[in-house]
Nanobody, 121 residues
Framework: QVQFVESGGGLVQPGGSLRLSCAASGVRLDRSAIAWFRQAPGKEREGVLCISSGGSISYYTSSANGRFTISRDNAKNTVYLQMNNLLPDDTAVYYC??????????????WGQGTQVTVSS
């Protein structure tokens, strides 16, 4: 069974940085696509970015390009989301999930509790 445990969220001022972690079990990160999604209060869930099994990165949200990056540590079976120059619009619960490919309409699985990111002064 695929499980993810997200951590690293918190309260940060605009312009600040956070690194989210996603510890995985039941899935080999180097054989799967891993994506980060987020859901802000009152808004639909949206894809942020994805790393393929081969290491290619796809951005689903244009605002994340240039500010966010995704990486993985296969030995630790952990994926990271480095977020820089955070904006209030980045406030959301962030989730990591897995799928076969980095296509936004892939059948994603492993939805966990997520980690809350709040960007506010």
């Amino acid at each position: 069974q695929v499980q993810f445990v997200e951590s690293g969220g918190g309260l940060v001022q605009p312009g600040g940085s956070l690194r989210l972690s996603c510890a995985a079990s039941g899935v080999r990160l180097d054989r799967s696509a891993i994506a980060w999604f987020r859901q802000a209060p009152g808004k639909e869930r949206e894809g942020v970015l994805c790393i393929s099994s081969g290491g290619s990165i796809s951005y689903y949200t244009s605002s994340a390009n240039g500010r966010f990056t995704i990486s993985r540590d296969n030995a630790k079976n952990t994926v990271y989301l480095q977020m820089n120059n955070l904006l209030p619009d980045d406030t959301a619960v962030y989730y990591c999930v897995t799928g076969r490919w980095c296509l936004l309409d892939t059948d994603w699985s492993g939805w966990g509790q997520g980690t809350q990111v709040t960007v506010s002064s």
